[in-house]
T-cell receptor, first 114, second 114 residues
Framework: DAGVIQSPRHEVTEMGQEVTLRCKLI?????LFWYRQTMMRGLELLIY????????DSGMPEDRFSAKMPNASFSTLKIQPSEPRDSAVYFC????????????FGPGTRLTVL | GENVEQHPSTLSVQEGDSAVIKCTYS??????FPWYKQELGKRPQLIID?????GEKKDQRIAVTLNKTAKHFSLHITETQPEDSAVYFC?????????????FGAGTILRVKS
């Protein structure tokens, strides 16, 4: 198993541009989490899905951020328009839903908004 | 909702000494407590976890203890080595009908000096 896959690994864009981050879950997992990590704010949960359904999006900073799960194995996080303060490392993680199951992180996408 | 406090924020130890990181949580319904290690530029990876029906768990040089009454849990690393240098995160999770999410502490930077 290749583990959680994220793309791109690095993204540099200019303020105002649309950014789309992608995540492929581990086969068989049905919970998906998007996190943002910065030095100032640490590891923040943005949104999570169970069986393709968004369960908690209270961590999404504002309407510029949106996330989708078009199928059971894939998710996107979109920022439109992007701002310099969105610069961070974005991780997705997957897990088997329910109970106390290990959560596996992807390698992350380092986003820089100029 | 759940709140997880982690201390200390930084910890320096001499190689071979022990390191202890402590976390407290607020939600008495939390029943799963993982610890993640994140090396510089890498993803967080699970190193050990404990469930609420167990008071202590050990895996080679790493151990975790849980005190449900006091709502705190600790990570113990013995015989520290330079490769233990990393950021360590504790987390807590409780099961809800609609799903469960990990709430992370702010992290501890561990430096092992050789």
């Amino acid at each position: 198993d290749a583990g959680v896959i994220q793309s791109p690994r690095h993204e540099v864009t200019e303020m105002g541009q649309e950014v789309t981050l992608r995540c492929k879950l581990i086969s068989g997992h049905n919970s998906l989490f998007w996190y943002r990590q910065t030095m100032m704010r640490g590891l923040e949960l943005l949104i999570y899905f169970n069986n393709n359904v968004p369960i908690d999006d209270s961590g999404m900073p504002e309407d510029r951020f949106s996330a989708k799960m078009p199928n059971a194995s894939f998710s996107t996080l979109k920022i439109q328009p992007s701002e310099p303060r969105d610069s961070a490392v974005y991780f997705c993680a997957s897990r088997l839903a329910g109970g106390a199951n290990e959560q596996f992180f992807g390698p992350g996408t380092r986003l820089t908004v100029l | 909702g759940e709140n997880v406090e982690q201390h200390p924020s930084t910890l320096s130890v001499q190689e071979g000494d022990s390191a202890v990181i402590k976390c407290t949580y607020s939600d008495s319904a939390s029943n799963y407590f993982p610890w993640y290690k994140q090396e510089l530029g890498k993803r967080p990876q699970l190193i050990i976890d404990i469930r609420s029906n167990v008071g202590e768990k050990k895996d080679q040089r790493i151990a975790v203890t849980l005190n449900k009454t006091a709502k705190h849990f600790s990570l113990h690393i013995t015989e520290t080595q330079p490769e233990d240098s990393a950021v360590y995160f504790c987390a807590a999770s409780s099961y809800r009908e609609y799903g469960n999410k990990l709430v992370f502490g702010a992290g501890t930077i561990l430096r092992v000096k050789s």
